[in-house]
């Protein structure tokens, strides 16, 4: 078994100076989040649930998310576009980092990143076996 890969402590990095640069950066984050892959299935033990190229899956879908942000048909200036992409870089940083050092369960692991938004998607057979006045009763007293 390979050397655990140990993410360095990343401090506010200065703003993009453009596109090209920020492009760089989200490039180096995902490079560093798949490098992350392995210490993140140790720590959290999930060898048994999703495999290494899944999670690979979901972090690219998380990007790809973002990725209309450099749309060039926005009319921001570009300077607001790149504090934009730096801010979700920061957040993405923030996200690795705290589950790298293990400030998350197991549990919101497996319910962000493989049951949640990135691998299975939920599609809303919840309610298929129930009457209609069940599912009506349960949408009207859900607050």
Same mark, same amino acid.
């Given at each position: ?8 402590? @990343?401090? &506010? ?23 992350? @892959?392995?210490?993140?299935?140790? @720590?959290?033990?999930?060898? /048994?649930? &999703? ?11 998380? @990007? ?6 450099? /749309? ?13 992409? /730096? ?6 940083? %923030? %996200? ?17 990143? &493989? ?15 129930? $009457? /209609? ?6 949408? $009207?007293?859900?607050?």
């Amino acid at each position: 078994m390979a050397a655990p890969f140990t993410l360095r402590k @990343i401090g &506010v990095p200065p703003n993009s100076a453009n596109l090209t640069e920020a492009r760089r950066r989200v490039f180096d984050f995902f490079r560093a989040a798949c490098r992350s @892959i392995p210490t993140i299935m140790d @720590i959290y033990n999930l060898q /048994d649930v &999703v495999a290494p190229s899944q999670l690979r899956f979901a972090i690219s879908a998380q @990007i790809r998310n973002n990725a209309h942000v450099t /749309d060039p048909k926005v009319t921001s200036p570009n300077l607001l576009l790149l504090q934009v992409i /730096d801010l979700l870089l920061f957040k993405g940083m %923030e %996200e690795l980092t705290d589950i790298v050092d293990h400030a998350k369960q197991r549990h919101h692991i497996i319910g962000q990143y &493989v049951v949640g938004e990135g691998l299975v998607q939920n599609t809303g057979s919840k309610d298929q076996g129930k $009457s /209609d006045f069940l599912k009506n009763f349960y949408t $009207s007293n859900y607050f």
